[in-house]
């Protein structure tokens, strides 16, 4: 379950004219860290990071992340953050591969008071999610997840992933074609009860 994190209301990044100090690009990581670890966690589960591995990834990202700040324009981390987290994801599913592991079941943390049916339900529409999107290429993958569940504006994610603004609409094309055939599939093998 991704953890919450909390920005403190006092917190606002530095608009910076001139050459950073050390303090103000401390304080831009830790808002970037703080505004930011939800949609990195997200990102990379969607990605194919598995639950498990999810926390180093993340914490993966945010070192990429202070090892440039000071290259990084003030109000673009988010964009920034989902390059890294798209490169950090390929690493890990790559490691993952060489190397499978087998785990029997994740122990899932829940503090929300549902019920363990309400968990188990909504665990399993998690886990059917991340198997429609594993079915979708890397590229494909990430402007599906950006655009479809994270709310990236097509210019936004071609920016981020350094591609162009075409290649960034047609691989969503691609994306929906390939998601929306899984689910009709899905569907259809289930016999539409869903």
């Not at 990084?72 to 690493?91: D, F, H, S």
């Amino acid at each position: 379950m991704a953890p919450t994190a909390v920005v403190p209301s006092e917190l606002t990044l530095d608009a910076a004219d001139g050459p950073i100090s050390a303090a103000q690009l401390q304080r831009r990581l830790t808002v970037a860290v703080a505004r930011h670890h939800q949609l990195v966690w997200r990102t990379l589960r969607r990605c194919g990071v598995p639950e498990r591995d999810a926390d180093d990834a993340a914490q993966q990202v945010f070192l990429a992340l202070s090892q440039r700040l000071a290259e990084v324009p003030a109000g673009k981390e988010a964009a920034y953050l989902v390059a890294i987290v798209v490169r950090v994801a390929a690493n890990v599913r790559r490691k993952l591969e060489r190397s499978p592991e087998v785990l029997s079941g994740e122990v899932e943390l829940a503090l929300t008071g549902a019920t363990p049916e309400v968990l188990l339900d909504q665990k399993q529409l998690r886990e059917e999610l991340d198997r429609g999107l594993l079915r979708l290429s890397l590229e494909q993958r990430a402007v599906f997840v950006l655009f479809e569940l994270e709310g990236f504006s097509l210019p936004e994610i071609a920016e981020a992933l350094q591609i162009p603004l075409g290649t960034a609409t047609s691989r969503l094309r691609r994306a929906r074609v390939h998601f929306e055939a899984w689910v009709t599939g899905r569907n259809v093998d289930m016999g539409d009860e869903t």
